[in-house]
């Protein structure tokens, strides 16, 4: 383990090698960037058509990560007056820390395409008036039973008097993507663990503990302009292309990175060659 992380930290203390980590020269898709960004920045909005740049900012080697404990308390009083109170500390972890061999802050300079057409007209009817059958002609494209449902109401009148008015909203049409239009910047911090063999559940247990780890001691928005922020941050699982080779190994480069992409990380092989 040791050896093999080593000689990557080594080899990586050259920043294009780095940058080629992220972005490889011989992927033109950029599909390994393309998936990290989707790690992190879910794309309900928008989508990433193009990748123009990725420039690393930071590089840090052998990064701790200690995740904060969380205490929560709930406090009550009833006689002779109710009160009550709640409380969430959090406190340094005095556990040791987990590590992340190579920490990179990047820049990732794309070109996007909407997905969404702006709001273009919001218009409300009057239910008041309409029978229920009336009410399933005029609005055929509802189920109305569904629509009680999700309301949580037990007939029509009673839908009618929790909901009176029934509002539509009108999209413009999702515009066209626009080659030339303004680049779009992420930020995006990858976090890469090096793994000298291809010890899949090891793998996936510490990229798991260290995913959970930073999210909990990172503060994040929830969301963003083109939807949910997944996570703090992507993360690279790398391993020495001779892995592959052994008589036991336990599956192709693909079968591995399809493995790890179901659990929403991104795979690379080295040669130590």
Known sequence: MERFTDRLMIRYLDPERVRHLVDPPDDPGHHRVQSLLKAVYEQSHLEVRLVDQVKVTSTGFQVPVRAPVTVRGNWEKLLPEVAQARAVLEFPSVSPPLWIDLALDTVVTTRIALTDGALDA???????????????ARFSFLDLAELMRRAKVADYRELQAEFPRLYRLHYAPTPAFDPNAPPHDFRLRVSVLFFPDLDLGAALRRLARSRQALDDSRPRLDEYDGGALLAAGAWLAVFPTSALDVPDAPGTAEQVSDLLAAEGYVTAFESMA
Do not use: Q, V
């Open 122 to 136: 919001l218009t409300s009817e009057d239910l008041t008036g309409l029978s229920e059958m009336e009410f399933a």
